[in-house]
Antibody, heavy 124, light 109 residues
């Protein structure tokens, strides 16, 4: 079964740091680009970051650029999000999601597999 | 950055009715990059439609997507009780940031 399981969430003080992990199983992790997406309480989805299959390319939303770092360890089938200088507005459920590419007459990109999420609360 | 605006914010309909959800992009977007997700309370988002009109695996054919340029639509032909949820559009794969619309809440009337 294709599965993503996030961990590492918790309560952290403003200005603190946290490292989230996403464990992948049921597919060849090293073949896929991966993403982090978050959802603040009662709010919509916010895309945060994307990393290429070999870590060669990394992209970030402006809201987290310079504070968050995405990384992966293909040998461990794991994706990470290092979060520094955390703020109250970073409080959210954090999801990892797999990027799928379908090739027919063109290339079609989307996120097809999502984890259940891990909750991060930034509060004093 | 491409901004996606979804309308309406909330749609109140009854089971059996037809639902039409709109997603408007701030600039022209290839349909190759327009994706729709469904999210139920306490659950992760679920992929519905990619490339504006291609149903994901296992998605019932009452769900359909259409559109091009700046205007895209998700249609649910005949609402089932399990369809009441929040729906998000996203532009993905064109150019980061891969923005989401703010969502449409589909509620039971």
């Amino acid at each position: 079964e294709v599965q993503l399981v996030e961990s590492g969430g918790g309560l952290v003080q403003p200005g603190g740091s946290l490292r989230l992990s996403c464990a992948a199983s049921g597919f060849t992790f090293s073949n896929y680009n991966m993403n982090w997406v978050r959802q603040a309480p009662g709010k919509g989805l916010e895309w945060l970051s994307n990393i290429g299959s070999s870590s060669s390319a990394k992209y970030y939303a402006d809201s987290v650029k310079g504070r968050f770092t995405i990384s992966r360890d293909n040998a461990k089938n794991s994706l990470y999000l290092q979060m520094n200088s955390l703020r109250a507005e970073d409080t959210a459920v954090y999801y990892c999601a797999r990027e799928m590419v379908t090739v027919t007459t063109s290339y079609y990109y989307y996120m097809d597999v999502w984890g259940k999420g891990t909750t991060v609360t930034v509060s004093s | 950055e491409i901004v996606l605006t979804q309308s309406p914010g909330t749609l109140s309909l009854s089971p059996g009715e037809r639902a039409t959800l709109s997603c408007r992009a701030s600039q022209s977007l290839s349909s190759s990059y327009l994706v729709w997700y469904q999210q139920k309370p306490g659950q992760a988002p679920r992929l519905l439609i990619y490339a504006a009109s291609s149903r994901a695996t296992g998605i019932p054919d009452r769900f359909s997507g259409s559109g091009s340029g700046t205007d895209f639509t998700l249609t649910i032909s005949r609402l089932e009780p399990e369809d009441f949820a929040v729906y998000y559009c996203q532009q993905y794969g064109h150019s980061p940031p891969y923005t989401f619309g703010q969502g449409t809440q589909l509620e039971i009337k």
